[in-house]
C-alpha cells in the first residue's frame, strides 16, 4: 500500500491505476526487494525467508516488505549491541550503589531495582520499556547523578526536542540524536570520552538509518548505553524497529 502511495504522488503529472500497479509490481519485484510477511502462513512457517545466512520468521497478514539492504543494517546494530553482553562496562560496586539509592528512603522500589539493574549489570546496552506516568526521567536523572558521582561523563540523547527539556530537567546534559551527529561530524576529536554513559529517551523513535549512524559512534566510545522508550508510544517517522528488535533480545525490565 505505501508503495502504491509513494509512486502516485511521485508522478506528478499523474498516472492511471494500471500503470501505477505495474510500477509497483515492477519495483517490488527488484533483487534488493524482500517480503517479511507472507500470504501463505503453512508455507513460510515451514522454511521462513532467508536473507544471507538468517532465516527471518514472518507471520500472516498483509504482505509488507523489506530490502536487504535495510535487513543487513538492522542485523548490525542489534548484532553490535548483543555483542556487548557481559562486557563489564561502566559497572558500579553494590555497596556504592546502595549507599546512593539510601539518600531516596521514599523511592518506589520498582524505580530502585531498574537502578540497581542498570548500573551493575555490566552490559553495554540495556534497555528499559518505560510506558507514560512511570517516572522514567526521573530515573534517568538518578542514574545520570549516579554514574556522574562515579566519575563518568553523561549525555542524555533523543529524538524529539520537547524530551531534550524534559532530561535537562533532571540535570542531564542532553541533544537530540541529529544535533549530537552533527557536532560530533564538526570536530576531529573523539565523540565521547571512553567509558561514557548516555542515556537514550523515546529510543522507540529513533529510526534504523538513525540507528546505524549513531551505534558505532558509541560503540567505538566504549559507552554505557542505556535505551529507555516504550513500544506502545509513536512509531519512528521512518523505518524503524530496531527498538523493538533490542528489546526482544535482551532483558529489558
Not at 491505476?17 to 517490488?28: C, K, W
Not at 551505534?215 to 522508550?229: E, R, S, T
Request: negative net charge; aromatic residues 4%.
Amino acid at each position: 500500500r505505501e508503495v502504491v502511495q509513494a509512486f502516485a504522488k511521485g508522478f506528478d503529472q499523474g498516472l492511471d491505476v494500471d500503470s501505477i500497479e505495474a510500477v509497483t509490481d515492477a519495483f517490488l519485484a527488484g533483487r534488493d526487494i524482500v517480503p517479511t510477511l507472507h500470504p501463505n502462513p503453512v508455507e513460510i512457517a515451514r522454511q521462513g525467508i532467508t536473507v544471507g545466512e538468517h532465516v527471518l520468521p514472518v507471520h500472516p497478514a498483509e504482505r509488507r516488505y523489506s530490502t536487504v539492504t535495510m535487513i543487513n543494517t538492522e542485523r548490525r546494530i542489534i548484532d553490535t549491541a548483543t555483542g556487548r553482553t557481559n562486557t563489564a562496562t561502566a559497572g558500579v560496586p553494590a555497596d556504592r550503589v546502595d549507599a546512593f539509592l539510601a539518600g531516596y528512603p521514599h523511592i518506589k522500589t520498582d524505580q530502585a531495582t531498574v537502578i540497581r539493574r542498570l548500573t551493575q549489570s555490566g552490559n553495554g546496552v540495556d534497555v528499559i520499556q518505560a510506558e507514560a506516568g512511570t517516572g522514567k526521567t526521573w530515573t534517568l536523572g538518578r542514574i545520570n547523578e549516579l554514574y556522574v558521582a562515579e566519575g563518568h561523563r553523561v549525555i542524555g540523547l533523543t529524538a524529539a526536542r520537547t524530551a531534550v527539556t524534559e532530561l535537562r530537567s533532571e540535570g542531564i546534559d542532553s541533544y537530540t540524536v541529529a544535533q549530537f551527529m552533527h557536532d560530533i561530524s564538526r570536530t576531529s576529536g573523539p565523540a565521547l570520552p571512553n567509558d561514557a554513559v548516555v542515556l537514550i529517551d523515546e529510543a522507540a523513535m529513533i529510526s534504523t538509518r538513525d540507528w546505524a549512524q549513531l551505534m558505532p559512534v558509541l560503540h567505538d566510545a566504549n559507552a554505557k548505553i542505556i535505551l529507555c522508550g516504550d513500544t506502545g508510544q509513536l512509531p519512528e517517522i521512518d523505518a524503524g524497529g530496531v527498538f523493538r528488535g533490542l528489546q526482544t533480545r535482551l532483558d529489558a525490565p
